[in-house]
């Protein structure tokens, strides 16, 4: 029986490791990728697994690590920043769409109302995953429908949490539709206002402990546990296990330890959610899109004119120019990975028969399929809003936040830099790997982390690829020429600067293609010098120029040019 599970995760890797970059190299994206890879290998494809429950059941996890990571990622700051167009044009999007979609569902194809409610909502919410990576790639993020879309994306990923407790809700016969839906609000407030009292008064506090004893393997085990076992414990209570992950994510998201969490959960949150993408990609029955393509794409076409039916007049009504409303509605008109979820959950749940099951994720997974043309009509829609001479009024969004300066250690060094950067009003990021200093700094206000910042997870979640520059001033050398050749190596285009122990360690950080680099002694070495001349018998102003002439060719031997000495 082991034997054969695990042939069955070798498959389904397998098919993953050649279908994934395929679905990439043509711009589809990594999760319809996951989803061709489970239809390859399930029972409507080469048939090489016929057997799915247990490999989804492994694979639930990856959809409770990926609750965990939207729940850590929920930064307030940004809530309020964009607070008119998350909650305003983002819950209007939901509401507007879900009611029409439950209204067609219902109405024209006679869903029973339970079913069809879980259905709108469901339909209701595009792909997080694909639409950002989309916008990124075309450097649209930050524009305005970018950024409006980015808003509208905020809140459905928001309103995940009251959908995860509605489908066991919906399950219950004996609850009128109304009662379901005021009672999963409520149980998500009730739930949101426990977890900001547990997570202040146990979570924080444990992780501190765990950090102090420096051990990476215990931390790591901490932080799956806090997640596995938060999920676990709303299950227990009536719940989902994806709303528990959630939870845990909430939890953390203020804390100094945000980011090594995320560095030791992201590698497994990518694999298990893979493998869920590729469970959903198994149960999809191809039989059905052959037998019936005209019903199939007729109801894929259906539920993308509805969201852009429903999204652009949204839209035009926050005060968002027409091209750039048009551009919103496109790049939002798929379903996303979330409405798998909920359908699972649902199906699961019995709310649906196994026909309806295999057709809603039919529509999703070829809704999503269509997103790369969609967002390409889309970027047409938003460069001729761009070149519009009428259209110059700027639309009601907040300018983008300037990309920080990322500094790594946060020791004597570190904090003065610190210090320096916070007068000039520039926003920085601070890693360092002590978790005393992490906590006392934090108490001052600083915008530190802990974590070890050779793990490239931790850079990644500290936002390295939007930094504009690295400021390394971690106190070992050898550590210090690690990191720097990692960051050289994967962040070329980035301004990186480090400290150095030696002149010697300068030269050779140079070499190894630091903007630049400077020893931590050698400016307390010039000053010591020019305030003891300054007690002999030389001028200020001539002391004032040895000690320059020795700083321009201390940095002119760093930085490996001729040195000549003055006549």
Same mark, same amino acid.
């Given at each position: 029986?082991?034997h054969?599970?695990?042939l069955?995760?070798?498959l389904?890797?397998?098919?993953a490791?050649i279908?994934?970059?395929?679905?990439q190299?043509?711009?589809?994206g990594?999760?319809?990728?996951f989803l061709i890879?489970?239809?390859v290998v399930?029972?409507s494809?080469v048939?090489?697994i016929?057997?799915?429950t247990e490999?989804?059941h492994?694979?639930?996890?990856? #959809?409770?690590l990926?609750?965990f990571v +939207?729940g850590?990622?929920?930064k307030?700051?940004?809530?309020?920043?964009?607070?008119r167009l998350?909650?305003?044009?983002?819950s209007?999007?939901?509401?507007?769409?879900?009611?029409?979609?439950v209204?067609?569902?219902?109405?024209?194809f006679?869903?029973p109302?339970?079913?069809?409610?879980l259905?709108g909502?469901?339909l209701?919410?595009?792909s997080?995953?694909?639409?950002?990576?989309?916008?990124?790639?075309n450097?649209?993020?930050?524009?305005?429908?970018?950024?409006?879309?980015?808003?509208?994306?905020?809140?459905q990923?928001?309103?995940?949490?009251p959908l995860l407790?509605?489908v066991?809700l919906l399950?219950?016969p004996?609850l009128?539709?109304?009662?379901?839906?005021g009672l999963?609000v409520?149980?998500s407030?009730l739930?949101?206002?426990? #977890?900001?009292?547990v997570g202040?008064?146990l979570l924080?506090?444990?992780?501190?402990?765990?950090?102090?004893?420096?051990s990476s393997?215990i931390?790591?085990a901490?932080?799956v546990l806090?997640?596995?076992?938060?999920?676990?414990v709303?299950? %227990?209570?009536?719940?989902?296990?994806?709303?528990?992950?959630?939870?845990?994510g909430?939890?953390?998201s203020?804390?100094? %330890?945000?980011?090594?969490?995320?560095?030791?959960?992201h590698p497994l949150?990518?694999?298990?959610?893979?493998l869920?993408?590729?469970?959903?990609?198994m149960?999809?029955?191809?039989?059905?899109?052959?037998a019936?393509?005209l019903?199939?794409l007729?109801l894929v076409?259906?539920l993308?004119?509805?969201k +852009?039916?429903?999204?652009y007049p +949204?839209?035009r009504?926050?005060g #968002?120019?027409?091209?750039?409303s048009?551009?919103?509605?496109?790049?939002?008109?798929?379903?996303?990975e979330?409405a798998?979820?909920l359908?699972?959950?649902?199906y699961?749940?019995?709310l649906?028969?196994?026909?309806l099951f295999e057709?809603?994720?039919?529509v999703?997974?070829?809704?999503m399929?269509?997103?790369p043309?969609?967002?390409?009509?889309a970027?047409k829609?938003?460069?001729?809003?761009?070149?519009?001479?009428a259209?110059t009024?700027?639309a009601p969004?907040?300018p983008p936040?300037a990309?920080? +300066?990322i500094?790594i250690?946060?020791g004597r060094?570190g904090?003065?830099i610190?210090?320096?950067?916070k007068?000039a009003?520039?926003?920085?990021?601070a890693?360092d790997?002590?978790?005393?200093s992490?906590?006392?700094e934090?108490s001052?206000?600083?915008?530190v982390?802990y974590?070890?910042?050779h793990?490239?997870e931790?850079l990644?979640a500290a936002g390295?690829k939007?930094?504009?520059?690295?400021?390394?001033?971690?106190?070992?050398?050898?550590s210090t020429?690690?990191? #720097?050749?990692?960051l050289?190596?994967e962040?070329?285009?980035?301004?990186l600067? !480090?400290r150095?122990?030696s002149?010697?360690?300068?030269?050779t950080?140079r070499?190894m293609g630091?903007?630049d680099a400077v020893s931590?002694n050698?400016? !307390?070495?010039?000053?010591l010098?020019r305030?003891?001349?300054e007690?002999?018998?030389?001028?200020e102003k001539?002391s004032k120029m040895v000690v320059?002439?020795?700083?321009?060719r %201390?940095?002119?031997?760093?930085?490996?040019?001729?040195v000549t000495e003055?006549?």
């Open positions: 029986m082991a054969d599970y695990l069955d995760l070798t389904l890797l397998f098919a490791v279908v994934v970059p395929l679905s190299w043509v711009r589809l990594a999760v319809p990728g890879a489970g239809g399930g029972p494809g048939g090489w016929t057997n799915s490999i989804g492994f694979a639930e996890i990856g #959809v409770v990926l609750l +939207i850590i990622e929920l307030p700051a940004l809530l309020w920043r964009i607070r998350v909650f305003g044009l983002g209007a999007q939901v509401l507007v769409t879900g009611v029409l979609l209204a067609v569902s219902h109405l024209l006679e869903v109302l339970k079913a069809s409610i259905i909502l469901a209701a919410l595009s997080t995953a694909f639409v950002l990576q989309l916008l990124k790639e450097r649209s993020l930050t524009s305005v429908y970018g950024r409006s879309s980015f808003a509208i994306l905020l809140l990923d928001l309103a995940v949490v407790a509605l066991p399950a219950m004996e009128s539709i109304g009662a379901n839906i999963a409520a149980e407030l739930i949101l206002g426990g #977890v900001i009292v202040r008064y924080h506090p444990l992780l501190h402990r765990i950090a102090l004893s420096r393997e931390f790591t901490t932080a806090i997640v596995i076992g938060t999920a676990l709303t299950e %227990y209570i009536g719940l989902s296990m994806a709303m528990g992950a959630f939870m845990a909430l939890l953390l203020s804390s100094p %330890y945000k980011h090594q969490v995320m560095a030791e959960i949150r990518g694999l298990l959610l893979g869920f993408f590729m469970s959903m990609g149960s999809l029955n191809l039989g059905l899109l052959l019936q393509p019903l199939t007729g076409g259906l993308i004119l509805i +852009i039916i429903a999204l +949204i839209a009504l926050y #968002v120019k027409a091209n750039h048009a551009a919103i509605a496109l790049v939002l008109a798929q379903s996303g979330f798998l979820v359908f699972s959950l649902a699961q749940a019995e649906f028969d196994n026909i057709q809603l994720l039919l999703v997974l070829l809704s399929l269509a997103t043309l969609l967002a390409y009509w970027q829609q938003a460069k001729r809003q761009q070149n519009c001479v259209c009024e700027e969004v907040e936040v990309a920080p +300066i500094l250690g946060f060094v904090q003065r610190g210090e320096v950067l007068m009003g520039h926003a920085f990021v890693l790997s002590s978790a005393a992490v906590e006392r934090r001052k206000g600083a915008p982390y974590g070890d910042a793990n490239p931790l990644k390295v939007e930094a504009t520059a690295i400021i390394v001033t971690i106190n070992s050398p050898k020429e690690e990191l #720097v050749a990692y050289r190596s962040y070329p285009q980035t301004k600067y !480090a150095g122990h002149i010697e360690q300068c030269i950080l070499k630091v903007t931590e050698i400016e !307390a070495s010039l000053e010098a305030m003891a001349l007690d002999t018998d030389l001028e001539e320059e002439a020795y700083r321009r %201390y940095h002119s031997e760093m930085r490996g040019e001729v003055n006549p």
